[in-house]
Every structure is written in C-alpha cells, then in structure tokens.
C-alpha cells in the first residue's frame, strides 16, 4: 500500500488544525492521489491477502498458479521472464509449451530441461488429467517423480501399490515396470536420466515423503536440507529439498562440476547465475550448468523451498 499517501494522511488526526490547513491549500488532485491507489498503485506483497497467505492454501499451490506477472504487465506482448544463456535457463510458467507426452494416456508434458540444453538429464512437468496413465521411460533410463499437485497411484512390476500425495516421490530404478496412474488431475515434475552404472551397486525402488526425511548437517549454510534419495554409491543423483527463511542466503557463491535442474516450490527470491540476478517466485524452473556461478538469497515473508536436481557419487572424468 502507498505508505507516503498513508503517512501524510494518517498523521495528522482530522481534527488538528494543521490537517485543516494542508486540506485547503493542497491542491485537490495531490490529495486524490495520496489518498487513493492512483500514486502508488503497486500491490504490495505485505497486503495479507489470501494469495499471499500460505497457510489458506493447498501445499505447493503457487506452482500451479502462479502469480504470472504484475497486472499491469500481464498482457504486454511479448514480455517473460524466461532467459536461456549458454550456461543456464529461466523457465517461468508463462513459457511452458505443453503437448501429449508420449507412451502416456491423458498426460501433458512441459519438457523444461532436457540434453539439448547440455543436460545429461530430462526434467518435465507432467499435468494427468483424469483417467491417466504414465508410459515407462526408455530402457536404461531412471526415473524420478514428485508429486507438486493432486494425487497418483504407483504400481509395480511385483504388484506393490502407493498412493502419492502432495509432497510425496518415487524413484524407479532402470527398466523397473511401473505406472502412475491418476484419477483426477494431478501435477507431477519428474527426472529422467540414463543410470550410470557401477560394478556391485544396484538402486532399488524408493517411495517416501519430504516431511519424513530428516535434517541434514549443513556446515558454513544456514538453509535447511533434506536429500530424497540414500546417499549410496549406487544413486548417480540426488534430489535435495533447500529451505529458506526470508533474508536467508546462500554462503558460498558456488561453481562446481555438478549440474542442476531446479523448482521453486514456495516463496521468492533472487537467484543469481553467472552474472545475472533474477527474481523468481514459486513455479519458476532453472536450468545451471556445470560451473555456472551459482547463488540464491529468500525474500518476502514466507520460506523458500526448493527441489533440486544434483548428480552425485559418479567420477566427472
Ligand atoms: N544452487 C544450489 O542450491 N546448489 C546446492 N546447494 C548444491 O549444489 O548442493
Ligand atoms: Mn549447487
């Protein structure tokens, strides 16, 4: 809200002789304005409107409807905040491109990373619609879901059957027979790679839940983590949750070989890759490449929490 119409307005009382005096030797229009949006019309993210109110809506919910752009900038043609540069990507929602994904039943996929980009990795957004059916990944290819809205049921080859709820994941090992069905519409992001193999080492079938993962020891950062896979040889990646509270940061202004693949589940912030800064909000995906400098700081006054995609345990020669 426009805080130096509000002051003016509100300091003085009604009855005080000097309000009196500014009331008749201010111009009417400079009242108008101080007074109505007219001189600040910017929505202010402090308003506590239900939007912005996390605890009045479902878990993850910005990711799905997310605050495309400022009104007034919402239809101006042309304008995103998508950016692809050599060494990473912005994707927000207002570039997702979905089409039918292929080998599934119902299903609209938004690929946001894949190898064309440098990955060695796919990372899609999967929208089931009702009565809908994932297909299996090519052979030799892992797979990793996270349920961000609705409800899916996961079958395996050996029968065993689990409901996915918001904020739940599954990984499937290379050519496990598995399927994802839903009955109502349901949003899942899902990672895809070729396992890289080691000798004696197999990954198994996980299913688990963010909120049952435990707190990991985090020396020199203050986000909060939490790893979704073991941390076992066996795993060529992981998937790391990073909490932040607002005015939190990353200490180290990192550069390593390991790639990215990020969501942003809650909150806002500015992520700084290479040399550029970028405000991103809930909904936003990055795409960082190996080595690009990397930094994230949390603003606004809900946490920020993201689902990050990081290759791990494997030699980079
Ligand atoms: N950009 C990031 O958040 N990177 C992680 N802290 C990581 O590489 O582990
Ligand atoms: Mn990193």
């Known amino acids: ?43 202010s993210i402090f308003d506590s409107d239900a939007d912005s109110d996390s605890s009045s809506q479902p878990l993850y919910w910005k990711v799905t409807n997310p605050t495309l752009s400022p009104s007034h900038l919402q239809d101006l043609p042309g304008f995103t905040r998508s950016v692809y540069k050599q060494d990473h990507a912005l994707i927000t929602p207002e570039s997702h491109v979905f089409s039918p994904l292929p080998d599934w039943s119902n299903t609209l996929g938004a690929y946001l990373i894949t190898p064309a980009i440098g990955s060695h990795f796919v990372m899609y957004l999967a929208k089931m619609q009702e009565n809908s059916k994932s297909g299996l990944p090519p052979s030799d290819v892992e797979r990793f879901i996270f349920v961000v809205q609705g409800s899916v049921i996961l079958t395996n080859v050996s029968g065993n059957v689990h409901k996915l709820t918001v904020d739940s994941y599954a990984y499937l090992p290379l050519n496990l027979d598995h399927t994802v069905e839903a009955d109502a519409a349901a949003t899942l992001v899902v990672f895809e790679r070729r396992y890289y193999g ?120």
Not at 3 to 25: A, D, E, I, R, W
Not at 204 to 226: A, C, H, M, W
Not at 267 to 290: N, T, V
Request: hydrophobic share 40%; with cysteine; glycine share 6%.
């Open 1 to 43: 809200m426009c805080t130096l119409g509000n002051l003016k307005m509100q300091s003085f009382s009604p009855f005080s002789s000097l309000y009196f005096f500014l009331l008749l030797t201010t111009p009417s229009f400079v009242i108008t304005a101080l007074t109505q949006d007219g001189f600040c019309s910017a929505p």
């Open 198 to 317: 080691l000798e004696n080492h197999v990954t198994e079938q996980i299913v688990g839940s963010t909120d049952k993962q435990p707190l990991l020891e985090t020396p020199g950062e203050i986000f909060e983590l939490r790893k979704l896979l073991p941390t076992s040889l066996a795993y060529d990646f992981n998937i790391h949750i990073m909490d932040f509270q607002p005015g939190e940061f990353l200490n180290v202004k990192e550069v390593h070989y390991n790639q990215h693949g990020l969501l942003l589940l809650e909150g806002q912030g500015i992520y700084r890759l290479g040399d550029s800064w970028y405000p991103i909000q809930a909904g936003d995906a990055i795409w960082m490449a190996p080595f690009v400098p990397q930094w994230y700081a949390a603003l606004g006054k809900t946490r920020s929490r993201y689902l990050l995609y990081k290759d791990v345990n494997r030699n980079p020669l």
